[in-house]
């Protein structure tokens, strides 16, 4: 199950990029999992997020993705572009200022491996604004 979620830069760890698709969550994967609504932890909706870190051997941290186009401008969202994802090849934009705390059992599925580039681009996002290392 994954957390309501954190504060970023009050969980800021340090991020990394090791994609494997083995059937674990790494950083640089997008991944499956029920994501609690911030306005009733009790509802959510199942969701892709982008995998950048560990907390713990049990727990990954991740931040939400949408394909909503009203986050384009919005500086808590950050533009990753169009992945296997989604399936309609849509855009999809990153939420930076809250992560997802997700115990590796509640995952469904890996969705797709995050580029490289566009991986370190969130990182540094997440370094610069949210000191993150």
């Known amino acids: 199950m994954s957390t309501p979620g954190h504060p970023t830069r009050d969980f800021a760890r340090t991020v990394s990029y090791s994609p494997d698709l083995d059937g674990d969550a790494d950083p640089g994967e997008v991944v499956w999992t029920w994501v609690p609504f911030e306005e009733d932890p009790t509802q959510g909706k199942d969701r892709p997020v982008l ?6 051997s049990r727990f990954v941290l ?27 090849h849509r855009d999809s934009y990153v939420r930076l200022d809250r ?30 604004r949210f000191g993150w290392q």
Do not use: C, K, N, T
């Not at 995998?51 to 713990?56: A, L, T």
């Open 62 to 88: 991740g931040l939400m993705l949408s394909s909503q186009d009203y986050h384009r401008g919005d500086d808590d969202w950050y533009p990753i572009g169009a992945g296997a994802w989604d399936g309609e």
């Open 99 to 128: 992560v997802l705390r997700i115990d590796d059992d509640s995952i469904r599925r890996e969705g797709a491996v995050v580029e490289r580039a566009r991986f370190d681009a969130v990182a540094d996002v997440l370094r610069d």
């Open 51 to 56: 995998v950048v870190g560990r907390d713990d």
